[in-house]
């Protein structure tokens, strides 16, 4: 199973969250992209799991401060090319 994490940072916080995000893999398999936006910048995680990963978002709540609103998250399954 592959999750997608999205958060927006709270303005000026970009480098805060992203460096949150890496730590929260805590040596998962993992990639992080952030991206500066004119709506408001964003950090994306996309982790992948064992198909028996866990039913909820698999990151950690970020500390106050660093996301403007809520964060998003999605399991995908992969299809093509197949793993």
């Given at each position: ?35 500066a ?5 964003l ?41």
């Amino acid at each position: 199973m592959i999750w997608m994490w999205e958060a927006r940072a709270t303005p000026g916080r970009l480098a805060d969250l992203r460096d949150w995000a890496i730590d929260a893999l805590g040596g998962r398999e993992g990639e992080v992209y952030h991206s500066a936006q004119s709506g408001g910048d964003l950090v994306v995680v996309i982790l992948r799991l064992p198909d028996a990963g866990p039913a909820a978002a698999p990151l950690p709540v970020p500390p106050d401060g660093l996301v403007a609103g809520s964060p998003h998250a999605w399991p995908f399954h992969q299809v093509h090319p197949h793993r």
